[in-house]
Each structure stands twice: as C-alpha cells, then as structure tokens.
C-alpha cells in the first residue's frame, strides 16, 4: 500500500513536502506519479518519477515549483512544492505503476489515500 502525509494548510507563496510511503512491495522499479483533484473537476497529472532511470515529468503550472524525487532506502518518493498558489489547493494522490516509464494514462496499480493540500492567498 502507499501512505501520503506531509499536506496541511499554508499561506501563498509557502512550501509545502509530500511524502509517499511505500510498504508490501519495493518502489525501486516502479514509476511514481502525483495526481491532484479538485471537487467537481476531473483528477489531473502533477509530475511522475520514471522507474527505469529516474527521470522527470511536470505539468507545466507546477513546472520550476515543483520536485519530485525518490529515495529507495526509505521506500519513498517525494513531491517538494514551493510557491504554491491558492490554486494548488487540491487532495493529492501518489500512485505507483508497475512501469518502467511514465504513462499517466495506465492504470496504476497502487493509489494512496490521498493528502490535502490548502494554499491560502
């Protein structure tokens, strides 16, 4: 299963680190995406971690503010945010895929449950 933590409530422009801990199977060679939905609104890709060679994927309005980045001693991947915006006020969902690159259109094959993220302006 994977457990998200580290969403809360802050102020525009503050940061925010979100973790996605992995346990029952090793994240080493799955690719890690981040979601995020908005009531009423469809659930959208964030970023996402390769599982072949750790590469990177952003939508780009979290493009520069946004790192996502994995450390498999710990089971885990990361999702750093800085300046965030009212906008990003969403839930957010890690999902691992048991793939070795990042197709945000594939059924993941482990969703958290989900950490919501509250950007006051």
């Known amino acids: 299963q994977l457990v998200e933590s580290g969403g809360g409530l802050v102020q525009s422009g503050g940061s925010l680190r979100l973790s996605c801990a992995a346990s029952?199977?090793?994240?080493?060679?799955?690719?890690v995406g981040w979601f995020r939905q908005v009531p009423g609104k469809d659930r959208e890709g964030v970023s996402c971690?390769?599982?072949?060679?750790?590469?990177?994927w952003y939508e780009d309005s979290v493009m520069g503010r946004f790192t996502i980045s994995r450390d498999n001693a710990k089971n885990a991947v990361f999702l750093q945010m800085n300046s965030l915006k009212p906008e990003d006020t969403a839930v957010y969902y890690c999902?691992?895929?048991?793939?070795?690159?990042?197709?945000?259109?594939?059924?993941?094959?482990?969703w958290g449950q989900g950490a919501q993220v509250t950007v006051s302006s």
């Open positions: 029952g199977f090793s994240l080493d060679h799955y690719s």
């Open positions: 971690i390769s599982g072949n060679d750790n590469s990177t």
């Open positions: 999902a691992a895929l048991a793939f070795r690159v990042c197709v945000l259109n594939l059924d993941f094959d482990y």
